[in-house]
């Protein structure tokens, strides 16, 4: 083959290249990928890539011809290339190049460089055997076993995640050499193949191909399986299978096996690697990469010199290919002569018929049932080996063979279980009848709430999960609380329903129920509430205000406040008065400063602390004047003053007089509790103004009262003269009514002059004027009087009329209110047992006839008790009620006119079982049991029980243990423990139970030899993700907790993860990091950096941010500010959010969780230190045990990344990526989305309607005639399509659907070529799947019947096509029609485009698509698929319980009830009673009406559903 370009400066000249095998041993390695460059007509650089292992430098040799002149250079090791300055373009160069090392040197890379004619550069391909080479051709002779012995090769591929598809070419490359050595006819050698995983599978038996180019053209369209790591059922399978007459196995021929596996087995490889040897198999173990070489010692046939291999990586492979054909050639001989010799080898066991049809049933999450059909012959018993699928230790059941059934049990939820089923007979045992069953998720709580919430309390109600043993309730404060503040409760499966005490006032909580299924937990309910503020005193208000005192009163807070503080301060000033009054709602402040503003909070205080302060203000009056100022015993140079005190608080008058016409004054100060004085001295016949001012303690000086007063002219007779003037006629002033009761009103009046006051005449009315008026008298010394009896709650009209003796005074006339029946206040519970309690309340301050006392039972069923107490009764002991029961208790005081409102609480009898039974220190043979102690019991029995053999022991410990530790226990064996707590009396409580496994012998770790191999600079991808396309996002927890140094280690995490990614940039992994605290600060976006380089410079240079934990906002900021298109999100590409967290979020994560859930997004969470487990789940995808990961602290990370990059990367990965599905992820591809069929993006794609589907809130798209949706296939499958899938469509044909045949899917290549695809013919009313088999030839697969025809009747309906390697299987509406044979398929090229609707006779013409509705499509890469999806989408076929919700759907909640029932009977007359409680909810509207409204809105949906809409 010839070939040219043009001569230019610069331009690459093309070489041949020989490569001798690079050696094995201790030799060295040959340089490779030899290149050159013409850089001027005189200037030639060639250069080469270094070659593997360690070399010191190069020697080059080249030689020209014509001339024949050879030249010998020496390369340093560093420098790889050399310049020819005396290039001649005219003649052939020949190069070899060599690696040398001490005194060793490498097999020549050779070269040769044609001669160039005519301006024009040839280059020519060498050839080698008739064969062309691209690149590369071995420099010596291939090895080719010549031996005339012949043998049957079975070789066993690991073909697990963990080698990944690029590896996994070259391992198709070393087998294909591997193959070539041997002389392949069916005569000859015969070679098949098998390929593991999780299962193993046949790819080829040995009588498959005859010939070696059949085997070499197998190999190269060898499919990669992908999944676990089970080396040791595969060694089982092709004993059974493989090395079998029927496969092509041939006796007296040398048998050999061949594995090639990349890591740790995850069952036990020893036993089947015995039995094949011990079956005359010899067997070849190589190891690449992390392989454990004392397992590939344990496998090997010996010795292991010859018959172990280990290669570093899967790119040295080729190293090892001679010397290992070698080694197998020269045994082939060895084991030929030897059979010639001593008679064939063991032979393989005759193969006995397996049983057939297994079917498994009765799925739960714990178990299943496994039944098959008998198989022929004397079956002694059956063997039912069964093991998780995703790696773990095998277990067995052997059953007689009689029976053909068996119950697995103990199995782990949510698990795919791999089945085996083996008939064993007298002296051998069938190949094994194979199959899977998927266990189900324990089933959650459901209606989570909380109610009944108080200051310090809440409850918690669910609905039970079928079949759990008990619930665990973990509660914490969300915000301000340290982690260690959670609580947990846990509780017996008899029990929904927990008052949560203790609690914090005013403060968040979240709250989170767990249902408990033995050893295990199924995935958590949480919900969150605020308990209530302490209750404040309220109506705050002031009476009595004067000078310098004022009454404070306020409304009672709650019964349970303990008393109440009263602070006071002058509104202006800074010093602060506190009192505290205890249990009383009134006071009186004393000492005040007249008037000044004063303000007065009162707080009710509680054992939890201080309630709100009720806080107003006043302002004191003003001093009060002397009262009443007056003259007597008048002379001519004298007479007397005398007054009323104002207040009890004056110090001292100032009295002073002073004569009218004028004069000198005079003062005089007077005690203060003296209210007369004469004054002396006096002037006859003169006129005097008295001024009297008093004078407080706090200095304040009241307005002056004056008095003029003359004394009386001197006479020489003794006899006076008497004047005698008509009083006035006053009223009374500041009349008052209060001090309330139900039966009486005070009144209360100052007199405005008392002189010649006869007496005063009350009288009151009520102001209904239902009754006479009624009068009463009191003394003129008197100022106040009760008014009583009177009709409670009854307004009044009251006068006051003072009396003179000739005639009344004017009345002042005000209203008052008696107060309504009184109820007792202050319940409190005492003296709580298992069978009673003591209530006792304050009694009101108005005398009862008595009490009635009603209580009933709230957490268990029972009618309500009644009794009555006399009026002197204020406690009473409930006696021979439930144990552990909560119950409500009214108290309401019986009057002889009535009833008072009821006096409620609650109060509950004592539990007699134990709680927070738990199991802890865990051993081989023992572990140990704690519990919260009863503090009424005297001592607990305990009893142990073997689940597996029945055996019991019972021990006796006193009332004070709360834990016992139990030994000499059997290794890995499930045990139940109970505890009973015993009372003095002899009463025992309930059992409360445990179960615990003790923990399996563990197996010794193989040590692994130290590696002194540097560190990179950067670090190397990782296999797992070379193929990896996603747009990841970091979200790293950066608040205060973290700290300085461990937020260091975090960036070293961050730079180790993304330095495990392989591409970084638009074409690979974008990769974005954002920090939060308090609030979530993006450190840069998807599109920052294209190359590792700088993206790993990025990650160092993050700071430490700090703050609180708001894991919420944060996730809700990746979502709105990096997940964008300005982010650099991709279309197509998965989105992977990776979390980070130390704690509790002190928000609310689920909302924000759910949502990116929804959405498709893959959200992986890492928890570290004291993060939240519930939460963690709560936020990731689903399962959990693959996107949930927990360490203790940031020093275990180690533990976890290989691990996380696996799952990242296998989520990344563009042959299936990870995508939801079903309530859970898994991979496969959202068709809908790659086409851009969805609500937000529907609107850009021309030819698209979009309409609702089969429910209201499920969107469906029409798809036009002139539609023709067409994506490129590199855009949905870069990589192509996986070997095994299923594809899911859920669609509807319309009335306009053409009849001719069109493709729901298909793709096309670059030519418009069909490759694969789904091909209804609406004419036919048939269903055609069709592809291209591994051979390159086009296979058609066509079902038609009753359930294909229904996919034309206009109706919607599900489609699955599950395409294995070996069948293609439909399924309408999730129910199994029929499974056809197919061969494996080759892969898809991804230069075309994949399209929707296609006419078959169309050739990509724009008019040339069929009409139809399409609402869900999508590839799942596994064929399980169809068997597990439970057709939710479909209103005759969904069950709520067994499907997610659906979008959209409105939340009903308990408070949105319907109509109340029909009133009850009147009764008779009697007493009234207490306000009667809420009567029950009426019928909501039935399912089938339901289903009726599903036409309107999603709001008008949820009110005809609850009956409460129009």
């Not at 016992?964 to 009463?987: E, I, M, N, P, W």
């Amino acid at each position: 083959m010839r070939s040219s370009v043009g001569l230019s400066l610069g331009l690459l000249g093309l070489f041949v290249v020989s490569l001798f095998p690079q050696p094995v041993g201790g030799q060295v390695s040959s340089p490779r990928r030899f290149r050159a460059r013409i850089l001027s007509p005189t200037q030639l650089h060639v250069s080469w890539k270094e070659p593997k292992g360690q070399f010191d430098s190069y020697k080059v040799v080249y030689s020209t011809r014509p001339g024949g002149e050879q030249k010998e250079v020496e390369v340093s090791k560093q420098e790889a290339e050399l310049l020819i300055d005396d290039f001649d373009p005219s003649k052939e160069y020949d190069f070899k190049v060599v690696a040398l090392s001490g005194g060793q040197q490498s097999k020549p890379l050779q070269a040769k460089h044609e001669a160039q004619q005519s301006g024009v550069e040839m280059v020519r391909s060498q050839r080698q055997d008739g064969r062309e080479n691209n690149d590369i051709s071995e420099g010596e002779d291939e090895f080719m076993c010549k031996t005339v012995a012949i043998s049957d090769i079975v070789i066993l591929v690991d073909g697990s995640w963990s080698i990944g598809r690029i590896n996994f070419r070259l391992v198709r490359t070393f087998l294909e050499n591997l193959v070539r050595a041997f002389s392949v006819e069916f005569d000859k050698t015969r070679i098949g193949l098998a390929q593991y995983s999780g299962d193993p599978r046949i790819e080829w038996h040995l009588n498959t191909h005859t010939t070696k180019e059949a085997v070499i053209d197998a190999v190269k369209n060898l499919p990669y399986k992908g999944g676990n790591t089970l080396t040791g059922l595969a060694l089982t399978f092709i004993l059974e299978t493989s090395f079998k007459p029927e496969s092509g196995s041939r006796p007296g021929v040398p048998k050999i096996g061949i594995l090639i596996t990349d890591g740790k087995s995850q069952d036990d490889v020893i036993p089947p690697a015995r039995s094949l040897r011990e079956a005359g198999i010899e067997l070849f173990a190589i190891g690449v990469k992390n392989a454990d070489e004392n397992e590939l010692k344990a496998i090997a046939s010996p010795p292991e010199e010859t018959h172990v291999y280990n290669v570093a990586d899967f790119s040295v492979m080729s190293d090892i290919v001679e010397s290992l054909t070698k080694t197998v050639c020269e045994r082939v001989e060895q084991l030929d002569e030897q059979i010639k010799v001593g008679g064939n080898p063991a032979p393989p066991p005759v193969a006995m018929a397996p049983p057939r049809d297994l079917v498994t049933s009765d799925i739960t999450a714990r178990s299943f049932r496994v039944t098959w059909t008998h198989a022929p012959g004397r079956v002694e018993k059956y063997r039912v080996v069964y093991y998780p699928a995703s790696g773990g230790r095998p277990e067995e059941k052997v059953v007689q063979g009689a029976e053909n059934a068996v119950e697995l049990s103990y199995l782990n939820s949510l698990t795919e279980y791999q089945l085996a089923v083996f008939a064993v007979y007298r002296s051998s045992a069938s190949e094994a009848l194979r199959g899977s069953a998927t266990t189900l998720a324990l089933p959650m709580v459901n209606d989570l709430q909380l109610f009944d919430i108080s200051h310090s309390t809440m409850t918690v109600r669910w609905k039970a999960a079928a079949g759990a043993s008990g619930y665990m309730i973990l509660y914490a404060p969300l915000s301000g609380g340290e982690p260690a503040d959670e609580k947990e409760v846990k509780v017996e499966d008899t029990v929904n329903e927990v008052e949560l005490e203790g609690l914090t006032p005013a403060t968040e909580y979240t709250v989170t129920v767990y249902a408990l299924y033995g050893e295990e937990a199924s995935d958590p309910m949480t919900s969150q509430q605020t308990t209530l503020p302490l209750t404040p005193a309220t109506n705050l208000r002031f009476s009595d205000v004067d000078h310098s005192s004022s009454r404070v009163t306020w409304a009672s807070a709650s019964g349970k406040a303990n008393g109440y503080r009263i602070m006071y301060v002058k509104t202006n000033g800074v010093q602060t008065n506190e009192v505290d009054v205890g249990r009383v709602t009134t006071w009186l402040l004393r000492n005040l400063t007249s008037l000044t503003e004063y303000t007065v909070g009162v707080f009710a205080v509680y054992d939890e602390g201080q309630a709100e302060a009720a806080t107003d203000s006043f302002t004191t009056k003003t001093v009060p004047d002397p009262q009443d100022l007056r003259s007597s015993d008048v002379s001519t140079d004298s007479f007397r003053v005398s007054w009323q005190h104002p207040a009890s608080d004056v110090v001292m008058y100032r009295l002073s007089w002073t004569a009218s016409e004028g004069g000198e004054s005079q003062e005089v100060l007077v005690n203060g509790n003296i209210n007369s004085y004469l004054i002396r001295g006096l002037r006859p016949l003169t006129q005097y103004e008295v001024v009297l001012g008093a004078v407080y303690a706090n200095e304040a000086e009241s307005e002056e009262v004056v008095l003029v007063e003359s004394t009386v002219e001197r006479t020489t007779t003794v006899a006076t003269k008497t004047t005698t003037t008509a009083t006035p006629r006053y009223g009374v002033r500041s009349m008052r009514v209060d001090e309330e009761t139900t039966f009486s009103l005070r009144v209360s009046w100052q007199p405005m002059d008392p002189r010649n006051l006869r007496h005063y005449r009350l009288s009151y009315v009520s102001a209904r004027g239902d009754r006479a008026e009624e009068q009463r008298m009191a003394p003129a010394g008197q100022n106040n009087l009760v008014l009583q009896p009177l009709l409670s709650d009854t307004e009044y009209q009251i006068s006051v009329t003072p009396v003179y003796p000739d005639g009344d005074g004017p009345p002042a006339v005000r209203t008052g209110r008696t107060l309504p029946l009184s109820a007792p206040k202050n319940l409190r519970v005492s003296e709580e047992w298992y069978n009673r309690f003591r209530i006792s309340w304050d009694v009101p301050p108005s005398p009862t006839m008595g009490y009635r006392v009603v209580y009933q039972p709230q957490s268990a069923p029972g009618p309500a008790l009644e009794t009555f107490v006399g009026e002197d009764v204020n406690t009473m002991l409930i006696v021979n009620l439930l144990s552990g029961t909560e119950y409500s208790v009214k108290v309401i005081a019986s009057y002889t006119t009535g009833s008072s409102e009821a006096l409620s609480g609650g109060a509950k009898t004592l539990y007699l079982g134990v709680s927070g039974l738990d199991a802890y220190q865990v051993t081989v043979s023992s572990f140990c049991a704690q519990w919260q102690p009863h503090r009424h019991a005297s001592s607990y029995r305990l009893l142990m029980e073997s689940l597996p053999s029945g055996h019991k022991q019972e021990t006796k410990l006193s009332g004070g243990a709360n834990r016992h530790c139990f030994s000499s226990l059997k290794a890995d064996t499930q045990y139940k423990l109970s505890v009973r707590a015993q009372l003095q009396d002899g009463t025992e409580g309930p059992e409360v139970s445990v179960t615990q496994r003790t923990l399996p012998v563990p197996t010794p770790k193989p040590t692994t030899p130290p590696t002194t191999t540097p560190l990179p600079t950067i670090p190397p991808a990782k296999e797992v993700c070379k193929a990896a396309r996603a747009d990841l996002v970091f979200l790293v927890d950066g608040s205060w907790s973290i700290g300085d140094d461990n937020f260091l280690k975090i960036i070293r995490f961050l730079y180790s993860t993304a330095g495990a990614l392989d591409r970084i940039g638009p074409d690979g992994t974008q990769v974005a990091i954002a920090q939060f605290s308090d609030d979530a600060r993006t450190e840069f976006k998807l599109n920052s950096h294209s190359d590792k380089e700088r993206l790993l410079d990025a990650i160092n240079r993050i700071a430490y941010k700090g703050g609180n934990t708001k894991t919420g906002r944060a996730i809700q900021h990746v979502k709105e500010n990096i997940f964008t298109a300005e982010g650099g999100v991709r279309r197509g590409i998965p989105n992977v959010l990776v979390v980070l967290t130390d704690g509790r979020s002190q928000d609310d994560v689920n909302k924000v969780s759910k949502e990116m859930q929804m959405e498709g997004y893959i959200v992986f969470a890492i928890g570290f230190a004291d993060a939240d487990y519930g939460e963690l789940v709560s936020i990731a995808s689903k399962p959990s045990d693959r996107h949930v990961f927990f360490v203790d602290d940031l020093d275990a990370f180690t533990k976890i990344e290989e691990k996380l990059v696996t799952f990242v990367c296998e989520a990344a990965t563009a042959t299936c990526p990870s995508v939801p599905m079903g309530g859970s992820s898994m991979p496969g591809f959202r068709m809908m989305e790659l086409f851009g069929l969805v609500e937000s993006r529907y609107g850009s794609v021309d030819g698209v309607s979009m309409l609702p589907g089969t429910f209201n809130t499920f969107p469906c798209f029409h798809l036009h005639a002139d539609a023709f949706l067409a994506t490129p296939t590199r855009y949905i499958h870069p990589e192509g399509l996986p070997s095994d899938y299923t594809i899911s469509l859920l669609f509807r044909l319309l009335p306009d659907t053409p009849e001719e045949p069109f493709a729901l899917w298909e793709v096309l290549d670059q030519k418009n070529e069909p490759l694969v695809g789904v091909i209804l013919d609406h004419g036919g009313k048939t269903l055609t799947f069709f592809n291209n088999d591994f051979k390159g030839d086009f296979q058609t697969v066509t079902f038609e019947g009753p359930d294909i025809k229904k996919l034309f009747y206009g109706s919607f309906h599900k489609l699955h096509i599950a395409i294995s390697k070996t069948s293609a299987k439909v399924l309408v509406d999730c129910n199994a029609v029929e499974e056809k044979s197919i061969n494996a398929a080759g892969n898809i090229s991804t230069d075309g485009a994949e399209v929707l609707g296609r006419k078959v006779r169309s050739r990509g013409n724009k008019d040339s698509s069929a009409p139809f509705q399409l609402q869900a499509f999508d590839i799942v890469c596994s064929t399980s698929w169809a068997s597990r999806d439970k057709c939710c989408e479909l209103p005759g076929l969904r069950k709520e319980e067994d499907c997610p919700a659906m979008p959209k759907a409105c939340t009903c909640t308990q408070d949105s009830k319907g109509p109340p029932g029909p009133a009850g009977p009147p009764g008779g007359s009697g007493i009234r009673g207490a306000r009667g409680d809420r009567g029950e909810p009426g019928p909501v509207v039935s399912p089938h009406r339901r289903s009726a409204f599903l036409i309107f809105t999603d709001e008008m949906f949820c009110k005809l559903t609850l009956g409460s809409g129009p």
